[in-house]
């Protein structure tokens, strides 16, 4: 009974926060970078990966092979770099340097997987609209989208799981209590120097993890289709 009422206090405690922010704020804020970021991907993922697939112009697959190399490029790299960057443009301790780059086809792996996707569709169902006089970006909202949603909600969920739980580029970038995340919000409860609220700490990460089970559980069949049609039929 005792280690239940225990449990209980800690969960009230760590919903009050830290730094006199409530552990609601923390939540918004990642549900807001995470939506806006399944968004930015979602649209630029998805066109950029359209005219790798489907569109002839020059230099494309040496610019999708260039954009295939940006994946063995470690995040760190280019960590020093982006940060003078973004600190030049004002955007250090704002969620901007988290979510702009989302909106021009950043992340390579989003892409590629877009693009063994889009792959597999039959040119000829593309030509059909062309000949009715669908430009491209009618084919491109009309049709490639359309039949893309397996794709497009795999990526939906990769991104909200990779912003959910991502600490390095939210630690570097953020540093105002009220702009925190729950990844972030969890380390403050953990004090180097003072008492440490492990109890808290605890109680807070099984309430962070509920939004994870909660869109694994509802989009999983979509998940798993999105990942392996492709591969199906190639």
């Known amino acids: 009974m005792i280690v239940l009422v225990n449990g209980y206090e800690n969960y009230i405690n760590g919903w009050k926060g830290v730094a006199g922010f409530s552990y609601a704020r923390f939540l918004v804020n990642s549900m807001f970078l995470a939506v806006v970021a399944i968004i930015g991907n979602m649209i630029s993922c998805s066109m950029t ?5 489907k569109l ?3 230099l494309n697959k040496a610019l999708f ?6 994946l063995m490029l470690p995040f760190h790299v280019k960590l020093i770099p982006t940060y003078i960057i973004y600190n030049t443009l ?6 901007l340097p988290l979510t702009v780059p989302t909106f021009f086809a950043t992340n390579g792996f989003y892409c590629f997987l877009m693009v063994q996707f889009m792959r597999t569709m039959s ?5 059909a609209p062309r000949i009715d006089g669908c430009n491209t970006f009618q084919i491109y909202i009309r049709f490639i989208l359309p039949l893309s949603s397996p794709v497009l909600v ?7 799981i990779s912003v959910w739980n991502d600490f390095m580029s939210q630690m570097i970038y953020l540093s105002n209590p009220r702009l925190f995340t729950v990844s972030l919000a969890l380390r403050m409860f953990v004090d180097a120097t003072g008492q440490s609220s492990y109890g808290s700490l605890f109680a807070m ?13 509802i989009f999983q069949r979509h998940l ?10 190639g």
Do not use: M, R, Y
């Open 49 to 53: 990966s359209f005219a790798f697939a």
């Open 56 to 58: 002839q112009f020059k």
């Open 65 to 70: 092979a260039i954009l295939l190399l940006t």
């Open 90 to 95: 004002h955007w250090v301790d704002t969620f």
């Open 123 to 127: 040119n000829e169902l593309l030509e």
């Open 154 to 160: 795999t990526v939906a969920i990769f991104t909200f």
């Open 205 to 217: 990460s099984i309430v962070s993890l509920i939004p994870l089970f909660v869109v694994f559980i």
């Open 224 to 233: 798993i289709e999105g990942i392996t049609t492709g591969s199906l039929k």
